[in-house]
């Protein structure tokens, strides 16, 4: 096991007080396993893997729960063994790539940097490194495109240098947070594969955090969905994009419109998202849950393990319903 | 409609509300507040009761008794008195009243005719924006107080003159200010909305771009009235602003700049008025761009 | 055959160039041609989706539809009018037949607004409706989008995105138009929300008696709502057909690798997908021949050609020759037979 997440709990301070953006959130990564972290806006996936990676905002704390990578607590460990860890074990990739390369210098340069940071390669190694790294992340012509500034690149090469400078470190966990949503279509496909490419021949583990349940159908092993905060339901993705437990997973599948359904009206979750500061202290999805009983607005429903998958429901969905 | 029935909680937070809280916070800012609504209310009584001929100040600030010139601080006359003999504490409360006034009336000059050019410049571009923003650069390029002062020469002597320099001199700020909230706030879809609309230039700038740049011109006028409060005293300093005998704080430090080493207190006082008052605006100003930026607001 | 429906906007030709200047002096002129050559009708009472990835020229399309920029040539013939080639004051007038839905709730909506005078603004500006008439009107619009009529008196920055999209629906209905141009109206929402508006779209359009020029970059989005669909490459439209057709029997490449980027739900049935190499070239001087040659995985002998749209059967359109020509070739292969056994039994 790589990765395992114990009861993690974040909270941030904000003018409402302080409110909870994860809330108990367990769940681990194999060797060489991609595991999807899917929820809406508000969900807390993204806070996960910013608490996962130590970079929260300064209004930001982990008030319980352990990291253990490799069986070792990160959050007791010092900052400085925090950073090599971090540094040599794990990347990260975001969202817009844009934002996260520095547009004053060439990406040859911000490759150069980060593998000489993390290696004690000499320059020519480092550069012959570099090139191999482009040449593996499907670069065509990296000799030259090195001498480019970022804005020359368009989104989806960006993307691909964020990933060579991911994986410069030989890291063995790549968070990739929502790393195919800035782009298109036919480019996300092209990205989704270079990350499925990577697994297979580095054997790394992924934390792929994303909105998009085709996105999660495409690449994950397994996945977990999460509501408000929790883990409402995880397990292998084929499981549970066939057949849900939990109604909110079942909402979010049926409300994608899908190609091979022809229906007149899609299917709506009624209601919406409650604010972070308005989470009841029952199961959160309850009040706009079909299904819902009495006993669902009594307390928490427990984290109830099922032969193939946890699901947080009392009146979850069997197979022959 | 099955959708009406979706539940909806709604976050009410007034902005006034928020607003208060983040000034509130900010204690410095507080504080200049409040010493700059005193400073306010002792402009209008004093401008009240002289009008009514209700003399509430301990002595007439403008006539003075030569034999009780110089007379260091002291029970009886606060600040103690000027070469002429005049009350110092007096000259200086009633100093607050022409201070006060100049800054806000040049600010207003600059204020209404700075944004003006700047929004109209923003919202139209090309070579009407050009225009107006080199026009800007040539005032911005001669040092402020020489520009006023070249300005009065011009003009001639005296207190509304030297509102109308200082005005003129800080339009380009408010220019700039105003054209690139302008172009910010230009690039938002509901702009675009309103003209699919129908919307005419007019009922765009009128409606939806002008209360839209009003936070950040308003925070830049608070901050105006302190450089203003200084360039009126430069002025009345260099003997150009309020003339004799009335009191201003310029031209109080001016014409006792000869006694600093034997009375020290003619300057010390209408310096330090000066240097609160200044200081008071800024700080206030500060506070008041933090409460009204919501990414810098305090949490 | 059935006569054809009554057209609403008909496209001619309609072209965008911006010009890109660069040097020292400014003195260097490139065209971005961000919309070239695009002929199109759209019928009364349909729902028309329009694709594509970002800078195919799509939201200049319907920018340009909607009034907010000038074409550099060709027409808009709007209910028989020809919009671009009327003065501003005049086109002003045809406002309300046209509105617009735009991509982000966060800055579609004027901040300093309540929701009443923004809903009202239309109404107020083109002079529609007059005095009570109009608060009148701004509840039942709201509650027509699902929103209580109480919430009028509030500020955008109370309400969610979703419903924040809601109330620019109901800002576009103020004004009865014929058209409404939804651009992205459903991309920067979350999975659930999507659905919630796209059902409440389809609802309005009965209501309303309205026509849809949808615009969006998803093609599952777009089919849900439109009754045909225009896929769109570097500004020009390479596939126009019923959506039936685009996603049954795609003809054009592009729109094939479109169709098999789309993500499947279904893990048991991952397909063999069309990879499509490299990214969308830049609009500043576009390829001379066909548009999509530099990223079609079917190398064919037009890629020099200019490519046009072309009629591949009643309803159907495509921009390729070699498209065009394997459906002519398997549609004679699918009559011969026929011939052949009318032939043996006669």
Redesign the interface.
């Known amino acids: 096991m790589l990765l395992d997440v114990q009861h993690l709990t974040t909270e941030f301070r904000t003018r409402h007080g302080v409110v909870q953006a994860v809330r108990d959130v367990s769940f681990s990564i194999e060797k060489g396993e991609i595991l999807a972290l899917v929820g809406e806006s508000g969900s807390g996936k993204s806070v996960t893997s910013l608490s996962i990676m130590g970079l929260l905002s300064s209004n930001g704390r982990i008030s319980s729960g352990r990291i253990l990578f490799n069986g070792e607590d990160l959050l007791t460990k010092s900052e400085h063994a925090l950073r090599r860890i971090r540094g040599n074990n794990m990347s990260m990739i975001f969202q817009e790539p844009m934002t996260s390369l520095n547009p004053i210098f060439t990406v040859g340069d911000q490759i150069m940097e980060s593998i000489q940071l993390h290696t004690k390669l000499t320059k020519k190694q480092a550069q012959e490194k570099m090139l191999h790294l482009l040449d593996l992340v499907g670069i065509p012509n990296p000799s030259k495109r090195v001498k480019d500034y970022p804005h020359q690149l368009s989104g989806g090469m960006r993307q691909r240098i964020m990933i060579a400078i991911a994986m410069a470190c030989e890291p063995q966990l790549l968070i990739a947070d929502e790393p195919t949503t800035a782009l298109d279509v036919t480019i996300q496909a092209q990205i989704l594969d270079l990350i499925y490419r990577m697994r297979e021949q580095f054997n790394i583990s992924v934390l792929l955090i994303t909105h998009d349940l085709g996105v999660v159908a495409e690449a994950a092993d397994r996945v977990a969905v999460m509501y408000c905060g929790r883990i409402v339901e995880d397990g292998k993705t084929a499981d549970i994009l066939s057949s849900p437990y939990h109604p909110y997973t079942l909402g979010l599948l049926k409300s994608i419109p899908r190609l091979d359904d022809n229906a007149d009206r899609l299917y709506m979750i009624p209601g919406m998202v409650p604010p972070p500061e308005e989470v009841p202290p029952y199961c959160a999805f309850a009040d706009r849950c079909s299904r819902a009983q009495d006993a669902c607005r009594q307390g928490l429903p427990p984290f109830i393990a099922l032969k193939d998958r946890n699901v947080r429901c009392l009146n979850y969905i069997t197979e022959d319903q | 409609m099955t959708d009406a029935a979706m539940p909806l909680k709604v976050k009410r937070s007034s902005k006034w509300a928020d607003m208060w809280a983040s000034i509130y916070a900010n204690k410095a800012a507080l504080c200049s507040l409040f010493f700059i609504l005193f400073l306010v209310l002792t402009a209008i009584v004093t401008a009240v009761t002289q009008s009514m001929g209700i003399q509430i100040l301990p002595y007439d600030p403008n006539t003075g008794d030569m034999e009780q010139a110089f007379i260091a601080p002291c029970a009886e006359h606060w600040f103690g008195t000027d070469q002429l003999g005049r009350d110092i504490f007096s000259r200086v409360i009633d100093g607050t009243r022409i201070s006060l006034s100049v800054g806000a009336a040049a600010v207003s000059i600059a204020l209404i005719t700075g944004t003006l050019l700047g929004a109209v410049g923003g919202f139209f571009g090309g070579r009407l924006d050009n225009l107006i923003m080199r026009a800007m650069d040539v005032i911005l390029s001669v040092p402020s107080i020489l520009l006023a002062i070249t300005f009065m020469a011009a003009l001639g002597r005296g207190l509304d003159k030297a509102v109308l320099a200082i005005g003129l001199v800080s339009i380009p700020e408010y220019a700039r200010i105003a054209r690139s909230c302008v172009m910010a706030v230009k690039a938002n879809d509901y702009i675009q909305a309103a003209r699919v609309t129908g919307c005419s230039n007019l009922r765009i700038i009128l409606k939806h771009i002008v209360p839209n740049i009003t936070s950040p011109i308003v925070v830049r006028a608070t901050l105006g009235i302190s450089s203003a409060v200084l360039d009126t005293a430069a002025l009345g300093f260099l003997g150009l602003g309020v003339q004799p005998p009335f009191a201003e704080w310029g031209d109080m430090l001016a014409r006792s700049r000869s006694f600093i080493f034997s009375a020290p207190y003619t300057l010390i006082f209408p310096g330090l008025a000066i240097t609160v008052t200044v200081l008071a605006f800024n700080l206030f100003g500060d506070g008041l761009r933090d409460a009204l930026d919501p990414r810098s607001r305090r949490r | 055959m059935s006569t054809e429906p009554e057209v609403l906007l008909e496209l001619k030709g309609l072209c965008k160039y911006f010009p890109i200047r660069s040097g020292l002096f400014k003195q260097h002129v490139s065209l971005l041609k961000a919309v070239d050559d695009v002929s199109l009708k759209i019928y009364r009472g349909e729902a028309f989706g329009l694709v594509g990835?970002?800078g195919c020229g799509k939201t200049t399309l319907g920018?340009m539809i909607?009034?907010?920029y000038h074409p550099t040539h060709g027409q808009i013939i709007f209910d028989g009018q020809d919009l671009a080639a009327l003065k501003e004051a005049q086109r002003?007038r045809f406002?309300?037949d046209?509105?617009?839905i735009?991509?982000?709730p966060y800055?579609?909506?004027?901040?300093?607004?309540t929701v009443e005078e923004i809903i009202a603004?239309?109404m107020i500006?083109?002079k529609t409706h007059h005095g009570a008439e109009i608060s009148q009107r701004v509840e039942h619009l709201l509650?027509?989008?699902?929103?209580?009529a109480a919430?009028k008196s509030?500020y955008p920055h109370?309400?969610?995105g979703?419903?924040r999209q809601r109330i620019?629906i109901a800002?576009a209905l103020a004004?009865n138009p014929k058209l409404i141009v939804c651009d992205e109206a459903v991309s920067a929402l979350?999975?659930?929300?999507?659905?919630?508006i796209?059902?409440?779209l389809?609802?309005l359009k009965d209501e309303f008696k309205l026509t849809y020029l949808f615009i969006a970059?998803?093609?599952?989005?777009v089919?849900?709502i439109s009754d045909r669909i225009g896929v769109m490459y570097l500004g020009s439209i390479a596939e126009v057909a019923p959506k039936e057709a685009i996603?049954d029997a795609p003809l054009h490449p592009y729109t094939r690798?479109?169709?098999s980027?789309?993500?499947?739900?279904?893990?048991?049935k991952?397909k063999q997908?069309i990879?499509?190499q490299?990214?969308?070239p830049s609009p500043i001087d576009p390829p001379a021949g066909c548009r999509f040659a530099g990223r079609c995985f079917e190398r064919c002998q037009f890629a020099a050609d200019k490519q046009e749209l072309q009629p591949c059967g009643s309803r159907h359109l495509v921009a390729c020759r070699s498209a065009v020509n394997a459906y002519n070739a398997r549609q004679a292969a699918a009559a011969a037979p026929s011939a052949a056994d009318h032939a043996m039994n006669g």
């Open positions: 990835e970002s920018k909607a009034g907010l002003r406002c309300k046209i509105q617009m735009f991509q982000d800055s579609s909506l004027n901040p300093r607004m603004e239309p500006v083109n509650s027509c989008v699902g929103l209580a919430y509030r109370e309400f969610s979703g419903q620019g800002r004004v979350d999975v659930s929300i999507q659905a919630q796209l059902n409440l389809c609802d970059h998803g093609l599952a989005a089919k849900h996603y690798a479109l169709i980027a789309i993500p499947v739900m279904d893990p048991h991952r997908r990879l499509l490299g990214d969308l």
